[in-house]
C-alpha cells in the first residue's frame, strides 16, 4: 500500500480538496505494484501518470484524443521511465484485449454521450481479475461547492455549462446518482467491490474561484512565477513561502476539508462519486 504520507506530500499544495480526495480514492483502488501495467484514460496533462511513477516502477500508458493537451503532458512525462502516451478515443482504443491490470477513468464518463460503451472498452483492455477506479461529479453535489448552478437547478431545472461560471457543470453532459453510476459500471460487465462518496465540506464558491478564476490565471501565466511553482501539480517539490498566496489559500480551503472523510455515505451531498470495480476472471 502506497504510504498516506507520500501521498499528502504529492498534494500537499493542492487548492483542490475534490481533486485531493480523488487522489486518494484512486490509490486505495488501486495499489500499483512494479509487475503492473496501468492504463489512464483520459491521462489529461499527466497528473495521475506523474503521481503513480513518483510511487512505483509499474509500467503506465496514458492516452487522450485531445492532442494539445497530450503535447502538454509529454513535456513533462517524456523524461520519466515506462511511461506511454497515445492519442486514442476512449470509444476506440489502440490496445490489445486483456493487456492492463488497471484501468483509471477519473472524470470522464460525465463528458462523453455513451458512457457504458466507454466503459466496456475498458473492460476490453482489461485483465481478468483487473482492476476499474471510476471518479464522476456527483448529481447531488454540495451548495456551497457550486452555488450559482445550485439555485439555478431548483429554481428553473437549468445549469450553465459553459464559461467560467459553468461551476460543476463545466462541459458535462451528465453528472450522476449513484444508481446511475452503478448501472453503467455493472452493464459494462464490470463487479463492484467498493463504492465511495466524497467531499462534502468546502469553501463557498471553491470551483468557481479555482477553474473559473485560477485555471485561466495560471495557464496565462499572468501569475507570479513564485504562485505558479506551488500551484503546478506535477512539481512535488515546490515549496513557496508561507505568506505565498497560493499557500494561503490552501491553508484556507485545508481548514474546510478536515471535516471530510474517506466516505461520506450514499445519501450526503457530496462533489464526487467513485467505483472499484473488478473484470471476472472466465
Not at 176 to 198: D, N
Request: charged share 25%.
Amino acid at each position: 500500500m502506497v504510504d498516506p504520507e507520500t501521498i499528502e506530500f504529492m498534494t500537499r499544495n493542492e487548492a483542490d480538496m475534490a481533486f485531493k480526495r480523488r487522489v486518494r480514492t484512486v490509490f486505495d483502488f488501486i495499489n500499483p505494484s512494479d509487475e503492473m501495467r496501468i492504463l489512464d484514460l483520459p491521462c489529461g496533462r499527466g497528473f495521475y501518470l506523474n503521481m503513480f511513477r513518483h510511487v512505483s516502477e509499474c509500467e503506465l500508458v496514458g492516452a487522450d484524443l485531445d492532442w494539445n493537451v497530450l503535447k502538454t503532458a509529454k513535456k513533462v512525462l517524456d523524461p520519466l521511465p515506462k511511461i506511454h502516451l497515445n492519442q486514442a478515443s476512449i470509444y476506440a482504443m489502440p490496445y490489445p484485449p486483456d493487456c492492463f491490470d488497471a484501468v483509471i477513468l477519473s472524470e470522464v464518463l460525465e463528458h462523453i454521450d455513451d458512457d457504458v460503451r466507454a466503459l466496456e472498452e475498458a473492460f476490453r483492455v482489461m485483465k481478468p481479475g483487473g482492476l476499474l477506479a471510476v471518479t464522476v461529479p456527483n448529481a447531488n453535489y454540495p451548495f456551497f461547492w457550486d452555488p450559482i448552478n445550485k439555485v439555478l437547478e431548483g429554481l428553473f431545472n437549468w445549469h450553465i455549462k459553459r464559461g467560467p461560471l459553468a461551476g460543476l457543470w463545466a462541459n458535462h453532459v451528465r453528472l450522476y446518482t449513484p444508481s446511475q453510476l452503478r448501472s453503467a459500471v455493472e452493464k459494462a460487465g464490470f463487479q463492484i467491490e467498493e463504492e465511495r462518496s466524497l467531499t462534502h465540506h468546502c469553501f463557498p464558491f471553491i470551483h468557481n474561484l479555482i477553474y473559473g478564476l485560477g485555471k485561466p490565471l495560471l495557464e496565462s501565466k499572468m501569475l507570479p512565477e513564485s504562485m505558479r511553482s506551488v500551484a503546478d501539480r506535477h512539481d512535488f517539490q515546490a515549496t513557496g513561502g508561507i505568506l505565498n498566496p497560493v499557500k494561503l489559500g490552501v491553508t484556507l480551503f485545508n481548514a474546510f476539508d478536515r471535516g471530510n472523510t474517506a466516505d461520506e455515505g450514499p445519501d450526503r451531498a457530496t462533489v464526487n462519486l467513485a467505483i472499484r470495480g473488478r473484470k471476472p476472471h472466465a
